[in-house]
């Protein structure tokens, strides 16, 4: 059977019985809901009519690209195109397949049956006309039921998981994992490494490219995008961020950010959205970045924070630096141009500009500009006084 005979209506109907039952077609199974999942599903079969029918359009409308979003009425049932035959899917089915569809409609197509169900009730065929119209109006109803109006079911799937329903909490660990072997196994065909498959967590729609090793308790969300020869982890949260060739990214979060070839990450790094790192930076132990731009070779080692900031080239940053970014009302930018030196404990009050060349001696608070190939240092002079007397306990 040619896929354009054939429109589809995804069911989505939520009742009134407990909060996962609308949820369930909405929450993500590795980055992506199960009706995200089935209209992908049946896009990959070549279905391009596909509606769906729901009793929750706030929720299910958003959800993927319909061709239209069908009010559930019991009492007026959708009408159905009288020309092609009718697919019935449920919409919580995170991992059914186009392989699968296709081959429940050339079964469909091979017999002589007015109707097909699959075993598990959860796929159903209509031929065209009156048929079509009394099947949907039949799956409003009672289309999880077995004994219903479909009655028992004709057709088996080869791949069982393939028609697993999101039908409870207690299915979602073992579906999501399933979800989860089906990502890896992908991105293992491709030549990424895995040291514990067990352990590793990739979303729907990421890229990786190959020899990129992936270490345990990595999690990699978003569409984010990871690089050739990278090694992410252990324990690494990605999430909608873009990781070049050959940089590393261990103990460490990155949300929004970009880190550039050959740059290191962590341990213990936060770089949150606008972040852009590199190419062959180093942000190191306990650094937070955001919605700064780290020009190549600039060194970050530990315990600072670089907000709201441009860092040029070569430029090294010594521990406790902080960008203090904002003056109760609104956030200011601070300009570090290429290789300068900032020393240890550095409060760099914005707006800012150090320039090209510039030291900062350890212990400043920087409020006014600095000139290129100066020493700036703002800390008041050490005293040293004589004491009079050994302190006592009764001082302490």
């Known amino acids: 059977m040619n896929a354009s005979g054939i429109a589809a209506v995804v069911l989505a109907v939520s009742g009134e019985r407990t909060a996962w039952e609308a949820r369930r077609f909405t929450e993500p199974v590795c980055g992506m809901s199960a009706l995200a999942r089935v209209r992908r599903a049946l896009a990959a079969a070549g279905i391009a009519e596909v509606s769906v029918l729901t009793d929750d359009l706030a929720e299910v409308a958003g959800a993927a690209a319909w061709s239209s979003v069908l009010r559930l009425d019991l009492h007026d049932a959708p009408a159905v195109p009288s020309d092609r035959c009718l697919l019935v899917v449920c919409g919580d089915l995170p ?3 186009g392989a699968t569809l296709s081959a429940f409609c050339k079964a469909f197509a091979s017999g002589r049956a007015r109707r097909l169900v699959e075993s598990t009730g959860v796929l159903a065929l209509f031929r065209a006309g009156a048929d079509a119209a009394r099947g949907l109006a039949a799956a409003a109803s009672a289309f999880d039921d077995s004994d219903g109006p479909f009655g028992r079911g004709t057709w088996v799937t080869d791949v069982p998981d393939d028609v697993r329903r999101l039908a409870s909490p207690a299915a979602y660990p073992d579906v999501s994992a399933c979800a989860r072997e089906r990502i890896l196994a992908a991105l293992a065909e491709k030549g990424v490494l895995l040291t514990d498959p067990a352990r590793t967590y990739v979303d729907e729609g990421v890229e990786i490219g190959e020899a990129t090793i992936l270490f345990p308790g990595s999690h990699v ?3 984010s995008r990871v690089g050739s020869g990278c ?3 252990p324990d690494a ?6 990781v070049e060739d050959g940089a590393v990214v261990r103990y460490s979060v990155l949300e929004g950010a970009r880190v550039r070839e050959r740059s290191t990450i962590g341990p213990y790094a936060h770089l949150r959205h606008g972040s852009d790192v590199g190419p062959d930076a ?3 132990n306990f650094v937070e970045v955001k919605a700064a731009r780290l020009g190549p070779g600039v060194k970050a080692g530990h315990l600072s924070y670089l907000g709201d900031a441009d ?4 430029t090294n940053i010594g521990a406790g630096t902080i960008t203090c970014n904002f003056d109760g009302a609104a956030k200011h930018r601070t300009v570090i141009e290429d290789d300068v030196f900032v020393g240890s404990n550095v409060s760099l009050v914005a707006p800012v500009t150090i320039g090209r060349g510039a030291v900062i001696g350890a212990g400043s608070t920087i409020t006014e500009d600095v000139p290129p190939e100066t020493l700036a240092i703002a800390r008041a002079r050490q005293v040293i006084k004589e004491r009079n007397k050994k302190p006592s306990r009764e001082d302490t």
């Not at 949260?237 to 873009?242: K, M």
Request: proline letters at 0%.
């Open 95 to 97: 991992l059914l397949s």
């Open 221 to 223: 969300g978003g569409g």
């Open 231 to 233: 090694r992410i982890g």
């Open 237 to 242: 949260w990605i999430d909608s961020s873009v």
């Open 282 to 284: 180093r942000v190191g």
């Open 311 to 314: 860092v040029g080239a070569g």
